[in-house]
T-cell receptor
Framework: ETGVTQSPTHLIKTRGQQVTLRCSSQSGHNTVSWYQQALGQGPQFIFQYYREEENGRGNFPPRFSGLQFPNYSSELNVNALELDDSALYLC???????????????FGEGSWLTVV | DQQVKQNSPSLSVQEGRISILNCDYTNSMFDYFLWYKKYPAEGPTFLISISSIKDKNEDGRFTVFLNKSAKHLSLHIVPSQPGDSAVYFCAATGNSGYSTLTFGKGTMLLVSP
């Protein structure tokens, strides 16, 4: 176990709705990144939060937004859901900008989102 | 445009033999490469990494080779075991100032007894 927990594990939403996914980072980690893994694809970077500030963003539209709280847990919010948003959403925690060369980026089990 | 490519969607190997998983990249700014293993219903777990200043890194049954001139890396698993059956992702990171990973699409490895 990595100590990174995500909720919910599975959910189904209707197109146009909004969704909030949650992540608790590993103890002592102050950086949280979110990834989207569509079926048959590798995880794609959405954005990263470091000490409650967005610290980098991938090629995702503004309807993907996030928050990081003082305890370093995080939320991913997606508005106006589209069918293509159906994917596994992974949260990863790390300490600072450690680039994980020593295996220090830890992933949660993910939240499966289905948009119908 | 995929910056990290794993061109083999799947690989089947017999127990005890060598598994070789390949990965190519296009971005010259990548300077760290990692392999992750993913079982169904679990998040990716770190397996092994290599810095761009090295050409080989070994950890038990797992060895990663890096050929910078060819922008190619490979993961060797010797001997392969049925428990190694999983999806393997190649990932890369650069000096962008934040710790993000660029992943390939993954290769599903099946090790049969």
């Amino acid at each position: 176990e990595t100590g990174v927990t995500q909720s919910p594990t599975h959910l189904i939403k209707t197109r146009g709705q909004q969704v909030t996914l949650r992540c608790s980072s590993q103890s002592g980690h102050n950086t949280v990144s979110w990834y989207q893994q569509a079926l048959g694809q590798g995880p794609q970077f959405i954005f990263q939060y470091y000490r409650e500030e967005e610290n980098g963003r991938g090629n995702f539209p503004p309807r993907f937004s996030g928050l990081q709280f003082p305890n370093y847990s995080s939320e991913l919010n997606v508005n106006a859901l589209e069918l293509d948003d159906s994917a596994l959403y992974l949260c990863a925690s790390s300490l600072g900008i450690d680039r994980g060369g020593g295996g220090t980026i830890y992933f949660g089990e993910g939240s499966w989102l289905t948009v119908v | 445009d995929q910056q990290v490519k794993q061109n083999s969607p799947s690989l089947s190997v017999q127990e005890g033999r060598i598994s070789i998983l390949n990965c190519d990249y296009t971005n010259s700014m990548f300077d760290y490469f990692l392999w992750y293993k993913k079982y169904p219903a679990e998040g990716p777990t770190f397996l092994i990494s290599i810095s761009s200043i090295k050409d080989k890194n070994e950890d038990g049954r797992f060895t990663v080779f890096l050929n910078k001139s060819a922008k190619h890396l490979s993961l060797h698993i010797v001997p392969s075991q049925p428990g190694d059956s999983a999806v393997y992702f190649c990932a890369a990171t650069g000096n962008s100032g934040y710790s993000t990973l660029t992943f390939g699409k993954g290769t599903m490895l099946l090790v049969s007894p």
